[in-house]
């Protein structure tokens, strides 16, 4: 895959790029105030995924346990 990211970036490790996407995905919701775009096709997902969860709630895995294994494995 092609990409024009800027060497300084592609420098950086993979759990520094991580959070960095994840620094610029939490600015993009704080400048949108709630305003991005949402499909029905997306609305729908939401939904399924909302029942599914209510169904079972116990299969969720926290954010921070997410977030600590992605960043573990971007450590090797």
């Given amino acids: ?3 024009t990211m800027p060497p300084e970036l592609r420098a950086l490790s993979l759990a520094e ?4 996407v994840e620094d610029v995905w939490d600015s993009i ?3 949108s105030a709630g305003e991005l775009p949402v499909s029905e096709a ?3 997902e939401l939904r399924r995924r909302l029942a599914a969860h209510d169904a079972q709630p ?3 895995v926290p954010w921070e ?11 090797h």
Avoid: I, N, W, Y
């Fill in 1 to 3: 895959m092609s990409t």
């Fill in 17 to 20: 790029r991580l959070q960095l």
């Fill in 29 to 31: 919701v704080e400048d």
């Fill in 42 to 44: 997306q609305r729908e």
């Fill in 58 to 60: 116990e299969h969720a």
């Fill in 65 to 75: 346990q997410v977030r600590a294994a992605l960043f573990k494995t971007g450590a």
